[in-house]
């Protein structure tokens, strides 16, 4: 029963790691620009696809073309805030872009299920079947591998939003747009590149669940769920929130699955999101940029 325990545990701790990356641009995006992006999901699917493509084509390692992926995804993401985020906004309403990444999602949902079919499709290296055993518990080589490049992935972000100047834009102008803007910071610049940096995680995380799950063009309804919950649970624009939000997730999933049922876990999961919105509707953490809201 006690290796049963801290197996589910580990499971949850890993596997929530790569919901914290999912999730953490997501995030970024609620806390700058106050835009609940309803195409997050599916730029993690197309991080997903050019992984597969990378490697059907010119056997390209997904890890290695991770970085091209997220560099990829972060021009589809600036160009997307660019020409349609921030033109809904201006001529309508920030309640405009909720119909507006709606639609993106649906018409990229329905792209992807013309070139790749509807049917479930998974990137899995030689190395995605290695396990490693610690005492009682079994650990898949490349969820550690996975687990890894999240931390590291999150910390990088979070350093930058903390220590250099355009981390310091971005948090000048989602804690208030008119101040920054009167201390010269071009705002507009800035949410196409806080939109950038979203897709750009948003990708890489779609290479690691490409390779640890199966996907299909409808996975990415779920993945954009998973980031408003992620987001509920640990606050709104922190990179820690996301973290802390991802592991809360994946570890109440893990043990759902091990001790209810493995029908279970999205159940049990909503009902913790409930009880967060009304119990602490800002997250654990609170939003990072509250000051303004």
């Known amino acids: 029963m006690l290796d049963r325990l801290f197996q589910a545990l580990v499971d949850g701790v890993l596997q929530g790691s790569v919901l914290s990356l999912a999730a953490v641009g997501f995030s970024l995006i609620f806390g700058v620009l106050g835009v609940i992006n309803l195409s997050h999901g599916v730029l ?63 018409i ?28 009682g518990i079994t650990v898949n080589r490349l969820q550690l591998i996975a687990f890894a490049i999240s931390c590291v992935l999150i910390a990088i972000l979070a350093w930058v939003l903390r220590r250099l100047p355009i981390g310091r ?27 950038g940096l979203s897709a750009a995680f948003a990708g890489a995380a779609g290479v690691l669940i ?4 199966p996907f299909a063009p409808s996975s990415q309804e779920d993945w954009t769920i998973f980031g408003f919950v992620v987001v509920v649970l640990g606050g709104a624009g922190s990179a820690a929130g996301a973290l802390l939000g991802g592991l809360l997730l994946g570890i109440i ?13 999205n159940a049990v999961a909503f009902l913790v999101l409930v009880l967060m919105l009304l119990l602490r509707p800002h997250g654990l953490l609170g939003s990072a940029f509250h000051g303004s809201r």
């Open 253 to 265: 999933s893990a043990l759902t699955g091990a001790f209810v049922g493995p029908a279970y876990p």
């Open 169 to 195: 834009s971005i948090r000048a102008t989602a804690e208030h747009e008119l101040a920054a803007r009167l201390c010269g910071v071009d705002t507009d610049q800035i949410y196409a590149i806080s939109f």
């Open 210 to 213: 490409g390779m640890l799950f």
């Open 44 to 106: 993690i699917i197309l991080g997903a696809y050019l992984a597969l493509v990378a490697l059907r084509t010119i056997g390209l390692d997904p890890l290695l073309a991770l970085p091209l992926i997220a560099a990829i995804c972060f021009g589809v993401g600036y160009l997307y805030q660019r020409f349609l985020i921030s033109p809904a906004i201006r001529r309508a309403s920030l309640l405009s872009s909720l119909l507006v990444t709606y639609g993106v999602a649906l």
């Open 108 to 135: 990229l949902q329905n792209l992807f299920t013309l070139v790749f079919s509807a049917d479930n499709q998974s990137v899995r290296p030689d190395y995605a079947n290695s396990f490693d055993r610690f005492g």
